[in-house]
């Protein structure tokens, strides 16, 4: 197929579909975690060290050498990003309906442009879902078939020994004890806590967790989620986030977080040198990014590709909007996964 620029060119349905993704990622909740990030290799490579804490220095007396202090036994993680496609057809009646009618041909390509540039930023977020919750990436659609392991601690993706549905379970002495491993590991508390509105009903109703709300005595069956969420700060969990959020992915629908799992995370805004404190959403550049002919300017290559192709036979027009793209989550032990439900 054939760039088409007769509607509009490829520089301006990259820019619709860019803009359409930009403002839908303002409001997912995990591309705070992970950020976008512009990349201009197809590689990546980040250093999976194991749970450590930042060293500190030592002082010493005037003439003294100073001391030899300890690198780390870096891990380290490489691999290609991989691409993300999609098209929408204008079909042959569609442009023979729209073609009397003033821009319509253009403004459609646009408005294909802009919903397929939606569903990049959406799988990203999927992606950047599984990524936190499993520690891994696991890509098997359109022939791609690979693995990403992010190098997460064993100890950071744990059960609850007695799951919060069951009678007799104590979900507030887990979560004190799962933040004081995550302390522990990485030197600071966690500051969020994922969690789906099935697993804040079951802390509603729990005794054990009614009863660090309200006391023992004449205890209700069940508590508000506000009581709930209010209870949590005051045993040091800051922020609870209920994040029931899902998209539709091969024609099924899927969470970005399943609702059966508890995720601990630190404060999105507490960045660390470039990105977020997980890490970025690394965004390549496309193959179609730098085609000459295809006039996306020097230096704006990386992220999302859009393109009006032309077919022959039936006529008709493509919109193909292209990326590739990855969730690094080269701080993968700042998350902490525990199987509640």
Same mark, same amino acid.
């Given at each position: ?24 990622s303002g409001g997912l ?71 009397? !009618? ?12 802009? !919903? ?10 999927? $992606?950047?879902? =599984?990524?936190?919750? *499993? ?5 098997? =659609? *359109? ?5 990403? /392991? ?6 950071? $993706? ?10 007799g379970a104590k979900p ?45 005595? $004449? ?6 989620? /506000?009581? %709930? ?40 805004? /507490? ?16 193959? =179609? ?7 996306i300017p020097a230096g ?12 022959? /036979?039936? %006529?008709?027009?493509?919109?193909? %909007? ?10 993968? *032990? ?8």
């Amino acid at each position: 197929m054939a760039l088409n620029t007769d509607y509009r060119s490829a520089a301006q349905l990259t820019a619709a579909a860019r803009d359409a993704a930009e403002t839908v990622s303002g409001g997912l909740l995990l591309e705070s975690y992970l950020p976008s990030a512009d990349n201009f290799t197809l590689s990546y490579d980040f250093d999976a060290t194991g749970l450590v804490t930042i060293g500190s220095s030592e002082f010493r007396s005037f003439d003294t050498p100073a001391p030899y202090g300890k690198t780390q036994a870096g891990v380290r993680k490489s691999g290609k990003l991989p691409p993300t496609s999609k098209k929408l057809p204008v079909s042959e009646l569609q442009e023979l309906q729209l073609m009397n !009618q003033s821009d319509a041909i253009g403004s459609k390509l646009e408005q294909y442009a802009r !919903q397929l540039g939606q569903e990049i930023a959406v799988r990203a977020e999927l $992606a950047r879902g =599984e990524a936190i919750t *499993n520690g891994t990436l696991v890509l098997d =659609e *359109n022939g791609i078939k690979a693995t990403i /392991d992010y190098g997460r601690s064993s100890s950071h $993706a744990v059960t609850a020994a007695t799951l919060w549905s069951a009678t007799g379970a104590k979900p507030l002495d887990d979560i004190l004890a799962w933040v004081q491993t995550y302390t522990t590991d990485t030197g600071s508390a966690p500051e969020s806590l994922l969690i789906s509105r099935r697993i804040l009903s079951y802390l509603s109703k729990n005794a054990d967790f009614i009863s660090a709300a309200v006391g023992s005595s $004449a205890a209700p069956s069940r508590i508000s989620f /506000d009581d %709930v969420v209010s209870t949590l700060a005051s045993y040091g969990v800051s922020r609870t986030v209920v994040f029931d959020k899902s998209y539709s992915k091969g024609g099924s629908n899927t969470r970005v977080i399943p609702d059966n799992v508890a995720v601990f995370l630190p404060n999105p805004g /507490d960045a660390v040198a470039v990105g977020g404190v997980l890490g970025t959403t690394q965004y390549g550049v496309p193959a =179609e990014a730098i085609q000459p002919s295809y006039g996306i300017p020097a230096g704006e290559e990386a992220g999302i590709f859009a393109g009006a192709f032309g077919r022959e /036979d039936p %006529v008709g027009l493509d919109v193909l %909007v292209s990326a590739i793209l990855l969730p690094v989550l080269s701080n993968a *032990n700042a998350t902490f996964v525990a199987t509640v439900l």
